[in-house]
């Protein structure tokens, strides 16, 4: 069974640093595209950055240069180190892992609150 465990949310001030880490159990992650999405409230839910089997990443516009996406092999997780980050940064992220014969799965979400 392919679960995606999420962790690592949490409040913090404007500027603050938080750290999202996916452990994954079923499958490898080394030949999933792994990615975090995160939804507003009201919002639709949005890419925020992936990484392909290759390793290549893909940032959203508005995280690019103060998001970085991880993977760890050994650990069989998949990383989001967040900086600077903005009220508007405030959302549930999610784990998704893709791939062409397994679909989507995603995990249950945490919570990154971002204020003063």
């Known amino acids: 069974q392919v679960q995606l465990v999420e962790s690592g949310g949490g409040l913090v001030q404007p500027g603050g640093s938080l750290r999202l880490s996916c452990a994954a159990s079923?499958?490898?992650?080394?030949?999933?595209?792994m990615g975090w999405y995160r939804q507003a409230p009201g919002k639709q839910r949005e890419l925020v950055a992936t990484i392909t089997t290759r390793g290549s990443t893909n940032y959203a516009d508005s995280v690019k240069g103060r998001f970085t996406l991880s993977r760890d092999y050994a650990k069989n997780t998949v990383d989001l180190q967040m900086y600077s980050l903005k009220p508007e940064d405030t959302a549930v992220y999610y784990c998704?892992?893709?791939?062409?014969?397994?679909?989507?799965?995603w995990g249950r979400g945490t919570q990154v609150t971002v204020s003063s």
């Open positions: 079923g499958i490898s992650t080394s030949i999933y595209t």
């Open positions: 998704n892992a893709y791939s062409l014969g397994g679909g989507n799965t």
